[in-house]
């Protein structure tokens, strides 16, 4: 059984801070890591994806992935407070999302102004 | 470009009535996935397709629910009879050859 672990928060973070997302995953075969934004009432848009340990930065967010730690974090900087929303966390053996994406629970981001 | 597209937005029905959803994906798309989301379980696969073909439905949760996709453009997910534990929002997503997957509005499901 695929687990994706996020702690729910809420997680609150002055604006133009840098906002600290983290996530644990069971699967030691998983491939492919995504990291999703959901505002109140709406549907997830993905926002990082990142396949490789390391570092992946794209603007204000970079993505960070550890395999032998089987860990998986988001940082976004300069946050705003249109940063609000809920993060999740997403797995999937293969390569991309062919297999269905494994979601954790999601941390609330609150970006105070 | 039309992204997916999930009717109805919102339904509202009583204990043991059938529901339908229906899902539209984005053309070209050859995956097509049901998730459910609610506040205790998050969000969780149900069922997905590859060419029409359903590829896993382990994440149905009993035999009332049941899905479709007759062609590449449509999908239902049917729920019959609905229960109050059914209410969730459904979502509908799809995705090509493996890639970034992308979600429709979702369907708030109310079971009363």
């Known amino acids: 059984q695929k687990e994706v672990e996020q702690n729910s928060g809420p997680l609150s973070v002055p604006e133009g801070a840098i906002a600290s997302l983290n996530c644990t995953y069971s699967?030691?075969?998983?491939?492919?890591f995504f990291w999703y934004r959901q505002y109140s009432g709406k549907s997830p848009e993905l926002i990082m994806s990142?396949?490789?340990?390391g570092d992946k930065e794209d603007g204000r967010f970079t993505a960070q992935l550890n395999k032998a730690s089987q860990y998986v974090s988001l940082l976004i900087r300069d946050s705003q407070p249109s940063d609000s929303a809920t993060y999740l966390c997403?797995?999937?053996?293969?390569?991309?999302?062919?297999?269905?994406?494994?979601f954790g629970k999601g941390t609330h981001l609150i970006i105070q102004p | 470009d039309a992204g997916v597209i999930q009717s109805p937005r919102h339904e509202v029905t009583e204990m043991g009535q059938e529901v339908t959803l229906r899902c539209k994906p984005i053309s070209g798309h050859d995956y097509l996935f049901w998730y459910r989301q609610t506040m205790m379980r998050g969000l969780e696969l149900l069922i997905y397709?590859?060419?029409?073909?359903?590829?896993?439905d382990s994440g149905m949760p009993e035999d009332r629910f049941s899905a479709k996709m007759p062609n590449a453009s449509f999908s239902t997910l049917k729920i019959q009879p609905s229960e109050p534990r059914d209410s969730a929002v459904y979502f509908c997503?799809?995705?090509?050859?493996?890639?970034?997957?992308?979600f429709g509005e979702g369907s708030w499901l109310t079971v009363v």
């Open positions: 990142i396949y490789s340990n």
């Open positions: 397709f590859n060419n029409n073909v359903p590829i896993d």
């Open positions: 997403a797995v999937t053996v293969s390569g991309g999302g062919a297999d269905g994406l494994t």
């Open positions: 699967d030691r075969v998983s491939q492919s």
């Open positions: 997503a799809s995705g090509q050859g493996g890639n970034t997957i992308y």
